[in-house]
């Protein structure tokens, strides 16, 4: 997943389609804005008006002018990303594209599942009810009025592109723009819906909150849309969906993929992000581990540490990284430092819930969202247990000499001495390839 890191002072420009008709903005006021609220509606309709104009601006001029601080921006854009009113793009000169798109119509919002489901659990049932009869009244009449016959051209109808000008090469290359932040994973419902209604079975049983844990184990263990649809059809029962089983089943199948792995070959590191980390200091094993850590699930990583020290996961671990999953928003990356530092550098033989909530907690609050965020806390954690022992040790007998005591064991992928308990080279290119095994089994 792509890291959003956006500093105020990076540039962005806006596009979007043709204006949006008095019903399209109807449905934006009515049936979307309970959902996105003031706020994004405001930085939704400052965006079609920004598009009026070409020029690059900075984000902090944005933010001055609609009063926001950067937090709150990005959460106003994440909502109008989420309900598909807006795409965000990084282009190769590091600027911010955001691209406009019209709301659906009312007729397509209220037959969708997903947001007639929550714009019913916004607003209430009265309200609800009220705005559906407004708006497929209006829909209803204006396709009664309209006895219109369309003529308009096709495209093959007025232009004429053969195929010997479709394979000739175009005079200019258009640069490869990035998504800022596609999720780790992102249900089709509508398509999920179908494939369980072949099968006898509705999506429409879940939970809001059902929903958001399906999302939740489909990116902690890695299953698209079909796999997961598999799952839950076999693991449905006379009452329909059942999501206990549907657990019961993705951890089994998780221990029986233990058994068969793979080697799959790596991706290339995002050379400009790892540049700059050079600059700061970071070894190359350093940025290695990162490149590796973050091409890999939390439960996969999880399970290549405890192979390779002889142990198992147990349940309450993989409950443990479930939950924490759910509630904090560390990314993958983040999760598996965390996960190394615990169980390789602190050699604990397990993940202790108040130990590791403890840190994903200090880690969440001081806003750690890449894995050299979380190097650079551990290395400070190191730091200040060496300077408190030093101290300690100090106070006891100032007068006599100290006595050589071994070094702290230290993460491999920090810069400092090591331990005869650090791995060699030999052990650490084996442990890279058991996770890139483990990858290919996804």
């Known amino acids: 997943m792509t890291e959003d890191v956006l500093k105020p002072s990076q540039t962005f420009f806006v596009t979007q389609g043709l204006p949006l008709t008095s019903q399209e903005q109807e449905v934006l006021e009515g049936l979307y804005l309970p959902l996105v609220g003031s706020i994004a509606l405001s930085l939704y309709q400052f965006f079609a008006f920004q598009s009026k104009f070409t ?9 001055t002018r609609l009063d926001l601080g950067l937090q709150n921006f990005l959460t106003a854009r994440y909502k109008l990303e989420a309900l598909g009113l807006l795409r965000s793009f990084v282009t190769p000169k590091n600027e911010y594209h955001y691209q406009l798109v019209a709301p659906i119509s009312a007729r397509q919002f209220l037959q969708d599942d997903i947001f007639s489901h929550l714009l019913l659990g916004k607003i209430g049932e009265k309200d609800y009810q009220m705005l559906a009869q407004y708006f497929l009244t209006q829909t209803a009449t204006s396709a009664s009025n309209s006895e219109e016959i369309e003529i308009t051209t096709s495209f093959q109808g007025s232009f004429d592109l053969s195929q010997a000008q479709m394979s000739q090469p175009l005079p200019i290359t258009i640069g ?24 006898g079975l509705k999506l429409k049983q879940l939970t809001g909150l059902e929903r958001t844990e399906l999302v939740q184990l489909a990116d902690l263990y890695g299953y698209d849309d079909f796999t997961l649809g598999k799952l839950l059809v076999e693991t449905a029962d006379d009452d329909g969906l059942n999501l206990k089983k549907l657990k019961q089943a993705i951890a089994k199948n998780f221990n029986a993929k233990l058994q068969t792995i793979a080697a799959k070959p790596s991706v290339p590191a995002n050379e400009e992000r790892f540049a700059g980390l050079r600059q700061q200091g970071f070894s190359a094993a350093e940025l290695q581990f990162i490149q590796t ?8 990583f999880l399970a290549a540490i405890k192979k390779q020290k002889g142990g198992f996961v147990a349940d309450q671990e993989r409950y443990l990284l479930e939950q924490l999953r759910r509630r904090s928003t560390l990314s993958d990356g983040v999760l598996n430092i965390l996960i190394d530092y615990v169980l390789r550098q602190q050699n604990q033989a397990s993940l202790q819930a108040s130990y590791v909530n403890t840190i994903a907690n200090d880690w969440a609050q001081n806003k750690v969202q890449l894995p050299e965020d979380a190097m650079v806390k551990i290395k400070e954690l190191i730091g200040k247990s060496q300077q408190s022992k030093e101290q300690r040790y100090g106070r006891k007998n100032n007068n006599s000499p100290q006595r050589k005591r071994p070094k702290e064991e230290l993460p491999d992928w920090v810069d400092k001495p090591m ?4 791995m060699d080279e030999k052990d650490k290119e084996a442990f890279l390839k058991r996770i890139e095994k483990l990858k290919e089994s996804r």
Do not use: N
């Not at 331990?419 to 650090?422: A, C, K, L, P």
């Open 55 to 63: 020029d690059p601006q900075p984000h902090f001029q944005l933010l």
């Open 176 to 199: 490869e723009v990035q998504e800022v932040r596609p999720p780790a994973t992102k249900i089709d419902w509508l398509f999920l819906a179908d494939l369980l209604a072949k099968q």
């Open 293 to 300: 850590i973050e091409k890999i699930s939390p439960m996969d």
């Open 419 to 422: 331990t005869e308990t650090e």
